[in-house]
């Protein structure tokens, strides 16, 4: 267990350095922000290297924590790269990077390994299975997704190695973090990758927007979130104005300190700031039904451009300063704030010929603090200096600078990296699998009765744990569910040793909290393309961990597919978003569960199905296919597939499989995996 005690940390967003001035001024105790490369908001400014050291520098000189986003999947080719900025970010003294892929998780740990991690919440952790996991990979802080209840969140609190943090107020996902492929797949922007062109705030089905949710605003709970014991409290907004960012941040503060809620005034403020037609608290208080969807309206715009602050400078931090200046001596400057000291040293004095150095001289030109985040009076200069002595004033002017450098900027020590990837013929050898998913028992009944030949053919079939035993007597592999609560284990667990009783022999597992949990119960497990596989290292990293076979992350090219290896979805529509929300029951009824379908504005339908405990997943308008593509897929050394049926019936998986089987092209449109 690790449970705070004390007040949790307030955590608040930067996009820029004058949102860090105003987080810093509204009481903010840690601030995270994105640098250029790999953070999942690529189209924030974010910060450059330079930007990045005044900001940690600033940060500190006011007893403030900074994170920095790290939290992108990871191709190949970037491995290098990311670790050698990890490294930087090191050395400039950031307190913790925020990831999410477990090749540079791992990489970190081997070759940065004082530097903190926070497990993003892009690794879809929503289980105390999800959070001992992310500890034993070297996370010593897990962001937990979104769309836990207040009683989930107690239970990681108490039963998780990491501290916990949780989203406090601003916008909501609709679908799992980490688990949405919807821009990727329809419009080439991973969202994995920091580019989400967000498909969730447009309308579907005539002009309605039933994916838009309302921010997230948990000001009215703050006594609870406080007691759970949670580390970090986190406010979304980094691509949010400097006035927003101050008037939440301060709101929070004070609701903090005060152990309080908000009083209606303060929600208002709040609602101001930025509001999609108000707030939501439904996942925190697991009232999900309706009420959670809101868009951002011309009132609630003009709302928040009535909000105008003023400009954010920074704040200088007052030193005092002890010098000392003697003839054949080399000259000294300490800095302290009270908390701390540096001391540096510059070129000795010499004798005087004519205008020797002065008292009031050296003082006035030392407290010229100029473009620092420092304020050094004259009268707080403590001297020492001898009599008829001289230095140049560049030479003074060079002990101030580096006194302040110094002062300011917490320099890490660390070698150089030699990093040498994973070599690819360490996995040589691996089963030539064919495998099936089918998300319906009445898929796979239909599938058995119409082309048993061709279901044969399978190396492993998964089927939901909910099946019936006399389907599994057919199939020897279960798929777990993507999304399995701490209060939701117990039942799924029992179910689970029922089957492998039965002699089930293999889980498809989607989240690195199954993992340990299927091989507990005596499962081989194989890896879902959930677990968003995207370079050599996150499969040896999975490897390690007890996964026997991977499928692939299907926004790689073949030629990245090829550098991994492992098994590619061959066909299937492809799950773009898994809702904690009955999207089907609030706009269609329960009436048309699995049989509804979200209709864009060019007409393409995203069909929508019923996951375990009445979540949803919406899936792709058309299939991936690339059965008729075999000569190809096997140039590739691609010689693992892997098939998915959602929501076909009987004639289309007969159809699919036959196809398949016959390497012959489909008869509707497909979408195909890219060539580069």
């Not at 099946?467 to 999304?483: D, E, H, K, N």
């Not at 989240?511 to 596989?533: E, P, T, W, Y």
Request: charged share 25%; with cysteine; hydrophobic share 40%.
């Amino acid at each position: 267990m690790f449970r705070k005690d004390s007040l949790p940390e307030l955590l608040a967003p930067a996009g820029d350095m004058e949102c860090l001035y105003a987080a810093v001024a509204a009481g903010a105790d840690a601030i995270y922000v994105g640098g250029k490369r790999f953070g999942a908001r690529a189209f924030a400014k974010n910060f450059d290297i330079e930007e990045l050291a005044s900001a940690v520098a600033y940060c500190h000189l006011h007893g403030v924590k900074l994170y920095v986003t790290l939290n992108t999947l990871i191709e190949d080719r970037e491995m290098a790269d990311a670790l050698k900025y990890a490294a930087e970010l090191y050395r400039i003294g950031v307190d913790a990077l925020i990831v999410c892929d477990l090749g540079v998780i791992s990489q970190i740990r081997r070759h940065v390994p004082d530097l903190e991690l926070h497990g993003s919440t892009q690794m879809s952790v929503h289980s105390t299975p999800g959070c001992r996991e992310a500890g034993c990979l070297g996370v010593t802080r897990v962001v937990l997704a979104r769309e836990l209840s207040l009683r989930d969140i107690k239970s990681a609190v108490e039963n998780s190695p990491c501290e916990i943090e949780v989203f406090l107020h601003g916008a909501l996902c609709v679908c799992y973090s980490g688990q949405c492929l919807f821009s990727s797949m329809v419009g080439g922007r991973s969202g994995n990758r920091g580019e989400c062109a967000q498909p969730c705030r447009l309308p579907y089905n005539n002009g309605k927007y039933p994916l838009s949710l309302k921010d997230l605003s948990l000001a009215d709970h703050i006594p609870e979130l406080i007691e759970s014991g949670v580390a970090s409290l986190k406010i979304e907004g980094r691509m949010k104005s400097p006035d927003y960012v101050y008037t939440v941040v301060s709101i929070y503060r004070r609701l903090l300190d005060e152990g309080r809620v908000a009083t209606r005034a303060e929600n208002d403020q709040l609602r101001r700031a930025f509001s999609r037609g108000g707030f939501t608290d439904g996942y925190f208080t697991g009232n999900t039904a309706k009420g959670m969807t809101g868009i951002r309206s011309e009132s609630d715009k003009q709302d928040s451009r009535s909000l105008v602050i003023g400009s954010f400078e920074p704040r200088r931090v007052s030193v005092s300063a002890s010098v000392s200046l003697h003839l054949g001596q080399l000259s000294q400057m300490t800095l302290t704030d009270g908390r701390r000291s540096v001391t540096v040293y510059g070129t000795a004095p010499v004798k005087a010929e004519n205008a020797p150095l002065t008292p009031d001289g050296v003082r006035a030109r030392l407290s010229k603090m100029g473009n620092t985040f420092l304020s050094l009076s004259p009268q707080d200069i403590e001297l020492s200096l001898d009599d008829n002595i001289n230095l140049p004033p560049s030479a003074l002017n060079a002990l101030r600078r580096e006194a302040a450098e110094a002062f300011q900027f917490e320099r890490r020590q660390l070698d150089e990296l030699s990093y040498t990837p994973s070599d690819k013929s360490d996995f040589d050898g691996e089963p030539r699998l064919f495998t099936a998913q089918f998300m319906t028992e009445e898929g796979f009944i239909e599938a058995a009765h119409r082309v048993k030949g061709h279901t044969s053919a399978f190396d492993v079939i998964f089927l939901p744990h909910t099946a019936s035993v006399a389907s599994f007597r057919r199939a020897g592999g279960v798929y777990l569910p993507p999304v399995v609560f701490d209060s939701q284990l117990e039942g799924l667990i029992s179910e689970l040793q029922k089957l492998r009783e039965l002699g089930v022999m293999y889980a498809l597992v989607g989240n690195i909290g199954q993992i340990s949990l299927a091989r507990a119960i005596g499962f081989k497990v194989f890896g879902d393309f959930r677990l968003n596989v995207t370079n050599l290292e996150s499969k040896r990293a999975y490897r390690e961990m007890g996964v026997e076979h991977l499928i692939l992350s299907p926004e790689l090219t073949l030629p990245k597919a090829r550098d991994i290896g492992g098994g590619i979805i061959t066909y299937g529509r492809i799950p773009l978003m898994i809702t904690e929300r009955c999207f089907i029951s609030e706009n269609f009824g329960c009436e048309k569960c699995n049989k509804a379908a979200l209709t864009d504005r060019k007409g393409e339908k995203f069909p929508m199905m019923r996951e375990w405990e009445h979540r949803n997943i919406i899936l792709n308008s058309i299939p991936t296919y690339m059965g008729d593509r075999r000569e190809e897929l096997k140039s590739y050394g691609l010689h693992s597939k892997h098939i998915i049926f959602t929501n076909e019936g009987g004639a289309e998986i007969a159809s699919v499989l036959r196809a398949h089987h016959e390497g012959a092209p489909l008869t509707v449109r497909v979408r195909r995996v890219g060539r580069r």
